[in-house]
């Protein structure tokens, strides 16, 4: 919903913040002199902020709430007490207007060319469906859902249905390996299994009956398993149920189907977001934090907004993503506010054998797409391939363009907006330069900072901090810096942000992830004053963050040693297991040198036995060992054999130092070699650091 539901209605194009500020100014009395005063207002008045967007949203709940933020502490926030919410019941409470009005909730295609559409009617269908056949399975209320599935619509239905009866979802996507899909899975002791008999990627059918039966197998916990026939024609799995004879059951009744309500934090879905150690953090998300939070995001800040009313211009979007994107859930988030979601299924550059960086562009085109977004990477592409844009007339009606999961550059940005000026003036359509919505954030807690319509663009920045996140770059002392580069903090809870991961039953490796550099007491206190040691914990992100003095963002990739490509991220301990099972490596250590728009470059260091020389086979199996064990993704750029893995004293592989050396930063100023085990190996690495910068500089 908007503020078409509290205002007279606005004309078209009139961004959703403006409508907000409006909606302030009427409802509340508030005015604001610019968007900085804005965004000050909603990081310190956090009860009157996010109950204005409770309000302006229109969100439901059977039972009032006794408070916005009854505890307010990092971690252990507590949001909205006595509110009862449902993910599912916030997107089928749009099924008779959505309907009424014309707008789809999914369009679909995928490489094989097979393009469908949903209505909302069917959608609701397909789910309480889902719903009822769960629920006879037995599964109840925290139960989890593991899930095999890739972009289609299939997905969005049995996320629906199994969120409805306050289920727990959690989801992998097909192109991952058992061996990682089982790191995640294992942790979490699903109930149900629903998977896919296979996909198409890059040309080519890829049969994953296999991996099914493997993950069912290793998952004791499963008592049950859904198959969607996705490639068809394959022979079914012996004792599954089959997706599509669930959800086209004809039944009149199942249009009385209503979502169970929920506590505002009863668990919604499990995310993974691995670290440079142990197995992927099954993150805990909520109904409530991920409705209230995303909603907002993505209606203030994306500015997308519902498909049925007045202001909103059929609204159609589509965000390019794998299921095992976090950028799958945001894009899902479209349904939340009656938006008709445009999914593709497929690789977006053709295959192998027949490059064709246009496929994304010539679909958005005969969507008539609104809101086009991708990973950064897909655009970085998209410019190598020297893609034009003319040919596609129906791109004008794009009118934002959506970008994350590594820096966009200013190199980039600028080919896609002169594309986009040919575009808009051969349609003739009188329209500024289109609009950037650069967005950074992470699985762990949503976006950060990201867009806004109304501010200006500068290539290779994002416009602003988001409403209600309390961002902040800090120096390693706790001190806030502007103009500079620190680590990216949070200073107020985010209603977003996890209460705890899954199994973590003491909370360390929770603690550990986001709270250890800046712990109770350490730093400013929010809103100003000295270190108050009754003050909670401060959320360090693990990026590298600088805040100029007009509030926009410049992020510099990440301040750990996380493996973070074109927006996936992987732990590096999930690597070395791999590599390090072939009985010819010793020792590995991997760094992920993505860093302010520039490509993502990732070489792979081995130690290997003594006779063993690193050649075409042995870089052809690890590979491959990365590849079958993680996904193609995360395959390294280049291989190189070494003699040593710098580690330090304690016997830690030094990572971030590398990676901060082959950046080019001063090796004193990374590198302690009094703290190191073998501080003689040095040599080599600062010998291909200086090789690769020379070649840089010419």
Not at 179 to 207: E, S
Not at 533 to 552: F, I, S
Request: aromatic letters at 10%; one cysteine or more; proline letters at 7%.
């Amino acid at each position: 919903m908007n503020a078409a539901n509290h205002a007279d209605p606005a004309p078209p194009f009139v961004p959703q913040m403006r409508l907000y500020t409006q909606w302030l100014a009427q409802q509340r009395g508030l005015h604001f002199e610019d968007y900085q005063a804005l965004w000050r207002w909603s990081v310190t008045e956090l009860d009157a902020f996010w109950q204005s967007i409770w309000d302006f949203l229109d969100l439901q709940s059977p039972t009032p709430h006794t408070a916005v933020l009854a505890r307010n502490t990092m971690p252990g926030a507590q949001w909205f007490p006595g509110a009862q919410v449902n993910y599912a019941q916030q997107v089928l409470r749009h099924v008779e207007a959505a309907h009424a009005a014309g707008q789809l909730a999914i369009i679909s295609n995928n490489e094989r060319g097979q393009r469908r559409e949903m209505t909302w009617p069917q959608l609701r269908r397909q789910v309480a469906a889902m719903a009822r056949h769960l629920s006879a399975q037995g599964v109840q209320p925290g139960d989890r859902v593991a899930v095999y599935l890739p972009n289609i619509p299939e997905t969005m239905v049995a996320f629906l249905a199994v969120v409805s009866l306050g289920a727990i979802w959690s989801v992998c996507a097909p192109d991952m390996g058992t061996n990682a899909v089982l790191d995640r899975f294992k942790q979490i002791t699903p109930k149900v299994l629903i998977a896919c008999d296979g996909v198409t990627y890059g040309a080519k059918d890829h049969d994953r009956t296999s991996v099914v039966a493997e993950l069912r197998a290793a998952l004791p916990s499963v008592s049950h398993v859904v198959v969607y026939q996705n490639l068809k024609g394959l022979p079914a799995l012996p004792d599954t149920a089959d997706f599509a004879t669930i959800v086209h059951q004809q039944d009149p009744s199942l249009d009385a189907f209503q979502p169970q309500w929920l506590p505002f934090d009863h668990p919604l879905w499990i995310v993974y977001s691995s670290g440079t150690t142990g197995l992927p953090k099954p993150i805990v998300h909520t109904h409530g934090g991920t409705v209230l939070n995303g909603m907002a995001h993505k209606s203030l800040h994306y500015d997308v907004a519902c498909s049925y009313e007045p202001n909103s211009f059929g609204e159609r979007f589509l965000w390019y993503s794998s299921t095992g994107w976090v950028m799958w859930n945001a894009q899902l988030s479209g349904l939340l506010s009656g938006t008709t979601c445009v999914i593709f299924d497929g690789n977006p550059g053709g295959s192998k054998d027949k490059p064709d960086w246009g496929t994304l562009w010539r679909y958005a085109a005969e969507e008539k797409v609104t809101f086009f977004g991708g990973g950064a990477a897909f655009f970085a592409n998209c410019m190598k391939a020297g893609v034009t844009l003319t040919p596609y007339p129906g791109l004008s009606r794009v009118r934002a363009l959506g970008t994350t999961g590594s820096p966009l550059s200013a190199e980039v940005q600028q080919w896609g907006t002169d594309e986009f000026r040919k575009v808009y003036d051969q349609a003739g359509v009188q329209a500024p330069d289109i609009w950037w919505c650069n967005i950074s954030g992470g699985t762990d807690a949503g976006a950060f900072v990201g867009g806004l319509r109304d501010l200006p663009m500068v290539a290779g920045e994002m416009q602003c901090r988001l409403l209600g996140v309390a961002v902040e770059a800090w120096n390693e002392q706790g001190q806030p810096v502007e103009d500079e580069v620190g680590e990216l903090v949070v200073t107020q809870p985010v209603p977003s942000m996890p209460p705890f991961f899954w199994g973590d039953v003491d909370h360390q490796r929770y603690l550990g992830s986001y709270f250890d550099m800046f712990p109770a007491g350490q730093g400013r206190k929010p809103g100003g004053g000295d270190a108050d040691a009754a003050y909670g914990a401060v959320w360090r992100h693990g990026d590298w963050l600088k805040v100029t003095p007009e509030g926009r963002c410049v992020i510099y990739g990440r301040s750990d040693a996380t493996i973070n490509r074109h927006g996936l991220r992987m732990g590096t301990s999930e690597l070395y297991r791999a590599v390090e099972a072939l009985p010819e490596v010793l020792d590995s250590m991997v760094v992920d040198l993505e860093y302010l728009g520039r490509d993502s470059y990732m070489p792979l260091f081995v130690v290997l036995r003594g006779g063993v020389a690193l050649d075409n086979d042995l870089k052809e199996r690890l590979n491959a060992a990365v590849r079958v064990a993680l996904s193609p993704r995360f395959v390294p750029d280049e291989i190189f054999q070494v003699a040593e893995i710098p580690r330090t004293l304690s016997g830690k592989k030094q990572e971030l130092p590398i990676k901060k050396l082959l950046l080019g930063q001063p090796v004193d100023k990374v590198l302690n070699r009094d703290a190191m085990a073998n501080p003689a190996c040095l040599d080599w690495y600062i010998a291909l650091a200086q090789k690769r910068l020379a070649s840089a500089a010419s």
